[in-house]
C-alpha cells in the first residue's frame, strides 16, 4: 500500500470520527513533513518499506533545527496515524510504540498580568459596532479561557445569562461562568450589533453568531482574532518576557488566575475543555515559585484551625 494511501483513508476515519477541520488539516501537514522527508532522502513511498530506523533517521534531522516540543508535535501525529494502520491491518507491527518522545525543557510560561489585560480591553473603546466586538472578544478570552475557535463559533443561544453553554473541541459540550461584568458587556455588545446594522443603508441578514465580521456573517477562520488580539497588546506595550501575544496567550492567563485562585486542577481542566488533565497541567508552568509560595501560605491545618475544626 501507498503511505499517501494509507495517510488519505486515515484522514477519511478522521472526517468519520467528526474530527474537527484544524485538527485533520494539522494531522496532514504533520504527516507530510515525514513523508516529504523519508521520499527525498530514501525514495521510500511504501507503507511497508518503512522501518524504524527511518523515523530515528527522521527524528535526528529535524533536531538539527527544530526545538523538542516541534517534534514530538510530529510524532504524537504519527504515533495516532499509524495507530490507525496497525488497528486496520496494513501493517504487522506498530513500531511507533517503541520510539519514545523527546525530553523538553519546562520553560516558564509569561503571560499577561492584570493591568495588561485591562490595558488590552481599554484599548477597543465603546464607539462603534466594530471596536466593541474587538472589545468583547478580549473580553470573553480573558474572562471565560475560550479558544479563539470557540469565541467565532458562539452562536447568540450560547449565551445563557450567567454562562455559556457551548460544544467545544472534539464536540465535547461543556459549560463555563460568567462574570457579571461580561453579562453586561454581552448585552451593551448586542445592543450596539443590533444598531449598526438596522442602520445600514442596506440591512443586511445577520448570520446568528454572538460575534460576526462587518457583513453581519460568522467570522470564517482565527486571523482577525488574532490581529485583534496582538494589536492590543502591541498597542499597549505589554512586557518583553510576554513573547506570544495571542489568543491562546489570554487562554493562559484565565487558567494562571483560577491556579492563583486555589482552583483544582480537574475543574480548571473542565472548565478549559481539555480531554487529557495532563494538557492542563502544562498551565502550572506559568505560575513563578513566588506565585506558589504566595498561594501556599494557608495550609491545609491552618484552613483547620481558622474554620475551628481544631
Known amino acids: ?26 494531522y496532514r501537514s504533520q504527516i507530510r513533513v515525514f513523508s516529504r522527508y523519508i521520499f527525498s532522502e530514501f525514495e521510500l513511498d511504501k507503507l511497508e518499506e518503512i ?23 510530529i510524532l504524537k501525529a504519527l504515533r495516532t496515524f499509524y495507530k490507525y494502520l496497525f488497528t486496520e491491518e496494513y501493517i504487522d507491527r506498530n513500531f511507533m ?12 510560561i509569561n503571560t499577561f498580568n492584570d493591568q495588561e489585560v485591562a490595558a488590552m480591553i481599554g484599548f477597543y473603546d465603546h464607539s462603534g459596532f466594530v471596536n466593541q466586538r474587538n472589545r468583547l472578544i478580549i473580553e470573553i478570552m480573558a474572562d471565560c479561557g475560550l479558544r479563539a475557535e470557540e469565541v467565532r463559533c458562539l452562536l447568540n443561544d450560547n449565551f445563557k445569562g450567567t454562562f455559556f453553554q457551548l460544544m467545544g473541541k472534539g464536540r465535547k459540550e461543556r459549560v463555563v461562568p460568567i462574570s457579571q461584568y461580561l453579562q453586561l458587556s454581552i448585552k451593551k455588545y448586542q445592543k450596539a450589533k443590533r444598531g449598526y446594522f438596522n442602520n445600514l443603508r442596506n ?7 454572538l460575534v460576526v465580521n462587518k457583513s453581519g456573517k460568522k467570522i470564517t477562520n482565527n486571523v482577525l482574532l488574532e490581529k485583534i488580539v496582538k494589536d492590543a497588546a502591541n498597542g499597549i506595550g505589554v512586557r518583553d ?17 483560577l491556579l492563583k485562585s486555589g482552583v483544582n486542577l480537574y475543574t480548571i481542566s473542565r472548565l478549559l475543555g481539555h480531554s487529557n488533565i495532563k494538557t492542563t497541567q ?3 508552568n506559568s505560575l513563578s515559585d513566588a506565585d506558589i509560595l ?5 495550609t491545609p491545618l491552618e484552613r483547620l484551625l481558622r474554620e475551628g475544626k481544631m
Open 294 to 298: 504566595e498561594n501556599t501560605k494557608v
Open 51 to 73: 522501518k524504524k530506523p527511518h523515523i530515528k533517521s527522521f527524528i535526528l534531522w529535524m533536531k538539527e533545527e527544530r526545538s523538542a516540543n516541534y517534534i514530538n508535535q
Open 203 to 209: 440591512y443586511r441578514e445577520i448570520d446568528d453568531y
Open 1 to 26: 500500500m501507498l503511505f499517501q494511501e494509507g495517510v488519505e483513508e486515515f484522514l477519511l476515519d478522521c472526517r468519520v470520527r467528526n474530527l474537527s477541520k484544524r485538527t485533520i488539516e494539522t
Open 282 to 284: 502544562t498551565y502550572l
Open 97 to 108: 510504540l517503541d520510539i519514545q518522545y523527546l525530553k523538553s525543557e519546562k520553560r516558564l
Open 241 to 257: 518576557e510576554v513573547k506570544r501575544r495571542s489568543c491562546h496567550s489570554l487562554r493562559h492567563y484565565y487558567a494562571q488566575k
